[in-house]
């Protein structure tokens, strides 16, 4: 998902997407652990992306900051 479909959605989304990274990355890092993970490159991938969710978060608080 790239930033622009990030700044579409709402503050409310933005966590649910990051929480459903999060479970992700945890689900990740134990397959990882028990010898069982396929697609190594998904870890980054899945550590990317909740970056970017957070950066978002950020920017959209900012923002609403500076309104006020």
Known sequence: MNAQELRDKTPDQLREELVNLKKEGFN?????????????????AVRREAARVKTILNEK????????
């Open 61 to 68: 608080a900012a923002a609403a900051a500076s309104e006020e």
């Open 28 to 44: 990740l890092r134990f397959q990882q652990a028990t010898g069982q993970l396929e697609n190594t490159a998904r870890m980054r």
